[in-house]
Structure formats: structure tokens, C-alpha cells
């Protein structure tokens, strides 16, 4: 409340305005902690959220506790709370059938339920319908607070100004002595796996210590006592605790608070957005579901890696096409009979042929259009399958489209003896010319 005695607009838009979502409360609320200006209660949110007008936008309007008689400070906070905190944190009927089911909610799925209603504008579950999804016993952090302020106010004023100072535990001694620094989401996960485990998480203290950083009691994220309290109590009393400087800035808000519950979707991570709602900057669960995951984001990466570096050494390699040799033997004149023989046909690509006065070797393709002919011992000939080709026992063409005889391959005898044959020299009886097949090279003697 300001010193005329209003409410703190903030960047709230002016009366009459629609009703906000969550979103711009959300933003709203940050401005305000940023700006050190009152917080919004519980009931500015839900009137916000419902297009109402503020207290102090109302024709005469009263700030809900105003009725209490004026009195100092400590005893305002220690009037009885009123009922509206915990009106507004009633088990709506929807989740209490979902309840009612016997189906607990992981936490992913209150947060994606969160965020669907905020993209339908809907309103946001309350701490309470969160713990009732978890299947948790929903305990409101700030009530003992209220409770306590109820019982001693006088003795909740010295608690909420005196910080309590941690000490750092012997674990995490050793961890800073191992000279390692921790990042902030490390430790988010740490304390994670310590609330799964029911293991005590790390206080402020330690969390210094470990982010390499001095340690300044109650400068980190733990409640304000004080302005629980009175948020929670009164108001009115809310007010001036929020603005106080007492209250450093950057001070996270409880997000299990009646006061400060957080508004809008409870995102997870590191985002400003997330911190300023009070959700802890903390990532997926460390679950065997989401380590399998990794594994497999990881194995998808290097997999794409590994074809990406083969295919980039492979364009350092020659184009090479290994073709059979063009020079070979076939062994002695004297291992031939007359006639055809078709015994390198599929691997030279030849036929040896003899006759009772020369040996030649007819180079096995067709002279029309490159076809391999076939054998026909039967017929005595050559013949192509494409065209219909006919080439006589000695490569002389007789019938079909081929222009000339099969061309002959040079053969001549090896130091060893044997016939060496080189079908990189071949020699043709083109149509009209003269033959090579008498040259020297084209035949041996037998
Ligand atoms: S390729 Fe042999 S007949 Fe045409």
C-alpha cells in the first residue's frame, strides 16, 4: 500500500482492463519483486484472473483486512489469518475426481496440464490440486508462520530479521577441497536426487561453497519470515513487509508459499521466467526413461558423425575401377585341340581356336553392337543372342546385322613357352580392307 493509502497499480493496466492470464500476472509479479513493490496476494490473483478490479480500484474499496481495528505493526500480523488464503486453495471438483480415480500424476504431467491451461487461458492448479495429483499430503508452508505469528507476535519479528547462518557439512568440505566448482544446474539436480533419495538437501551455506562463491546468510533462496507472515495474515501488513528493505533483492519466492505460490505454467530450467515464479531451476528428471533417452541422442549423434567423417575420407580416395588384366597367358600351344575352345571365355572374354596349321584367339564380341556371342557346337558357329548374328567356327561372319568377322587378339610365345595373349592389340578384316588376321601376331604356327 502506498502512503496515501492505495494499492501499488505497478505495470498493471489501468481499470477497466480484461482479465489477465497467468502470463502477464506472472511478468506483473516479477516487475514487483525487481521494483521491490508489494507482491500480489493470492486474492489480487484470482480477482486479476477474473477481470475484477483491485481493491483500491473499487468505488470506496477497503484493503481486505481494513476492517481490523488500526493497530502497530506486530499486532495486525498477529490478528487471526483470514480465510481467503485458504479458500483459494480449495481441491477444485474436476481434480478431485481425477483423485478420486486412483491415478497419481507425475510431475511432467501437472506441468504439461499447467501449461495447457495456460494456452487455454484456463486457471492454473493451485498447490493444493498439485499435491492432491501427486498423491502428496499438501501442507502450506507459510500457515505454520501464520500460526506461529498468532501464538508469539511479538517473538516473530526478531525470528524473520535474524538470518539463520548454516554451517558447511563435512561431504561437501571434501567436494570444495577436490577444487571442482558446481554449476548452478548441477546443484539443482543434486538437490533433486536428494529429495527423491529423503536425503537432507544442501543449504545455503553449502550451495556457496560449492558455486565458489562467499556465503551471505539469508541472502539466498529461503523464505522471508516476515513477509509470510504478514502476506498470509493480513494484507494489509503484507504491504509494507514486501517493501521493506529487510528483504534483499533477488530473493527467490517460496513456490510451495500460500502467499507467493507461484502463477502460471511451473516451468522447469534455468529461464528468468521459471526463477521468477519461484519453480526451481532444475531439468528433467535423472530417471532411467530419460537416461535412456540421452544414450540415444548420443548414439544418434555420433552415429551421424562417424557417416559423416567416412564419407569425408572417402572423397580422398582415388576413383579407381579394377578391370581384369589385358596381357595373360593360356597356358601351351600343345593343351589346345582343333577346333573352338571356349575354356577363358568368362574370364578373358575369348575363345583359343586351332587348326591343323595355326593357332589364334578370336577376342569374344560381337561386331554389330558389342554383344558376347555364344558357341553352338552343334551348329558349328558363333552366335550373337541380340541381333542374331552368325559367325562361322573361325569368327567369320556369315549372317545377321554384324559388318565384319570378330576381331583376333595378339598372341605370341612367352620365354616359358606358353602363349601369351594381349587383347589390347587386336586385329580386325574391316569390311572392303584388307585383313590383319595373316599379321604377324595374329596367329602362331602349329
Ligand atoms: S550385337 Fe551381335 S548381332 Fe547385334
Redesign the pocket.
Known amino acids: 500500500m502506498t502512503e496515501d493509502g492505495k494499492g501499488v497499480r505497478g505495470r498493471l493496466p489501468a481499470w477497466p482492463r480484461q482479465a489477465l492470464n497467468s502470463s502477464v500476472i506472472a511478468a506483473e509479479q516479477a516487475y514487483r519483486k525487481r521494483s521491490s513493490l508489494p507482491l500480489l496476494t493470492d486474492a489480487d490473483i484470482e480477482a486479476l484472473k477474473a477481470g475484477q478490479p483491485m481493491w483500491w480500484e473499487q468505488e470506496g474499496g477497503t484493503p481486505p483486512a481494513a476492517a481490523a481495528p488500526a493497530a502497530p505493526a506486530a499486532v495486525v500480523a498477529a490478528a487471526p489469518p483470514p480465510a481467503a488464503p485458504a479458500a483459494a486453495l480449495v481441491v477444485s471438483e474436476e481434480v478431485q475426481k481425477i483423485v478420486a480415480q486412483g491415478k497419481k500424476w507425475s510431475k511432467s504431467s501437472i506441468a504439461a496440464e499447467q501449461a495447457k491451461r495456460k494456452r487455454n487461458n484456463a486457471p492454473a492448479l493451485n498447490d493444493a490440486e498439485v499435491a492432491a495429483l501427486l498423491g502428496e499430503p499438501y501442507v502450506p508452508s507459510a500457515a505454520p508462520a501464520a500460526s506461529a505469528a498468532v501464538a508469539a507476535p511479538v517473538a516473530a519479528a526478531p525470528v524473520a530479521s535474524a538470518p539463520v547462518v548454516y554451517t558447511v557439512g563435512e561431504e561437501v568440505k571434501k567436494m570444495v577441497a577436490l577444487g571442482k566448482k558446481w554449476s548452478k544446474s548441477s546443484i539443482a539436480a543434486e538437490q533433486a536426487k536428494r529429495k527423491r533419495n529423503n536425503l537432507p538437501p544442501f543449504n545455503e551455506a553449502e550451495v556457496a561453497a560449492l558455486l565458489g562463491e562467499p556465503y551471505v546468510p539469508g541472502a539466498a533462496a529461503t523464505p522471508a519470515p516476515a513477509a509470510a507472515v504478514a502476506v498470509t495474515a493480513a494484507p494489509v501488513a503484507a504491504r509494507p513487509a514486501a517493501a521493506s528493505p529487510a528483504v534483499p533483492q533477488g530473493t527467490s519466492v517460496a513456490r510451495s508459499g500460500v502467499s507467493t505460490s507461484y502463477v502460471g505454467t511451473p516451468a522447469v530450467g534455468t529461464s528468468k521466467a521459471a526463477r521468477a515464479g519461484g519453480v526451481a531451476s532444475v531439468g528433467p528428471e535423472d530417471n532411467e526413461i530419460n537416461q535412456g533417452r540421452r544414450r540415444f541422442a548420443w548414439a544418434a549423434v555420433a552415429a551421424f558423425l562417424t557417416a559423416w567423417f567416412l564419407a569425408f575420407f572417402r572423397f580422398f580416395l582415388p576413383r579407381t575401377l579394377f578391370e581384369p588384366a589385358t596381357s595373360f597367358k593360356i597356358g601351351y600351344p600343345e593343351d589346345y585341340g582343333l577346333g573352338v575352345d571356349t575354356k577363358w571365355q568368362q574370364r578373358f572374354r575369348i575363345w583359343v581356336d586351332k587348326t591343323p596349321d595355326r593357332i589364334f584367339v578370336i577376342y569374344a564380341r ?1 561386331t ?4 558376347t ?1 555364344d558357341w553352338k557346337p552343334s551348329e558349328n558357329k558363333f552366335k ?1 543372342p ?4 552368325g559367325y562361322d567356327s573361325e569368327g567369320i561372319n556369315f549372317e ?3 559388318p565384319r568377322p570378330m576381331d583376333r587378339a595378339h598372341v605370341e610365345v612367352a620365354p616359358d613357352g606358353q602363349i601369351l595373349v594381349d587383347v589390347s592389340k587386336l586385329y580386325q578384316w574391316p569390311k572392303g580392307q584388307p585383313t590383319q588376321f595373316n599379321d604377324d601376331g595374329a596367329y602362331l604356327r602349329t
Request: net charge neutral; charged share 0%.
Open positions: 560381337c554389330h553392337l558389342g554383344c556371342p550373337c541380340c541381333h542374331g548374328s545377321g546385322p554384324a
